[in-house]
């Protein structure tokens, strides 16, 4: 918990991982800390004192005194240590208005930054409901996307799965899709960013040409004259 005193990256920044993205103001716990540990500091010079009398009663709830304050102070110094928000992976600052982080108070566990991930970059591929039959996992893939237009993916990239319920894209269209996942290989090798788009090619089964060909109006007829 704390108030955020400093953010250190930017909307589409890289950052790389464990890098700083936040700082929280812990002035408080610095101080709490210091504090206690000049309090121990006095209690084991008392300790000794004891020890050196043979006062083994008092001696035993001096060290238990210190036990607890060892614990305090540990504690102190992993919040402390916590006031740096790092970035648990490699990737692109994706939050919005980052400048209206400051001065927030936060607690643990709330969503701060958003970071998409460079080091497992998947592409999705919107798969009509009509040819879904004939996709499968671990089928050879090949895309370009609009921002890179003179780069083709394909070289070890095969679909990683096929999403198992159709969804309505947009309330214009009417037609279901199925989004169909490929992991590019080596990302931090492409200039790939999260967002972007593209056309792309899933080589499907070899089939007979007359399959191929007919394909579309045999399941239009099917359909239309069940």
Avoid: C, W
């Avoid at 008392?46 to 001696?59: H, R």
């Avoid at 169909?180 to 792309?200: F, I, S, W, Y």
């Amino acid at each position: 918990n704390g108030i955020i005193s400093a953010v250190s990256v930017k909307e589409g920044a890289v950052v790389k991982a464990g890098e700083i993205l936040i700082q929280l103001n812990v002035s408080d716990l610095v101080i709490q800390k210091a504090s206690k540990e000049s309090t121990r500091a006095k209690v084991k010079s008392e300790m000794i004192k004891l020890l050196t009398e043979e006062n083994i009663a008092e001696f035993k709830i001096k060290e238990n005194e210190k036990i607890s304050m060892d614990y305090e102070i540990e504690r102190l110094a992993k919040q402390i240590q916590n006031a740096e928000v790092r970035s648990q992976y490699p990737g692109v600052v994706v939050t919005e208005k980052l400048g209206e982080l400051l001065g927030k108070p936060v607690a643990y566990g709330d969503e701060l930054i958003k970071i998409a991930r460079s080091d497992a970059v998947y592409i999705e591929f919107e798969v009509p409901e009509e040819e879904v039959a004939h996709i499968r996992p671990d089928q050879e893939v090949k895309f370009k996307v609009y921002g890179l237009p003179g780069t083709s993916f394909y070289k070890g990239m095969r679909l990683a799965s096929v999403g198992g319920e159709g969804v309505q894209l947009s309330e214009a269209d009417k037609n279901k899709y199925f989004i169909a996942r490929a992991q590019v290989k080596n990302p931090e090798k492409t200039q790939l960013r999260p967002g972007m788009t593209g056309r792309g090619h899933i080589y499907a089964y070899k089939q007979p040409l007359g399959m191929v060909i007919f394909n579309k109006p045999f399941r239009f007829f099917s359909m239309k004259f069940f």
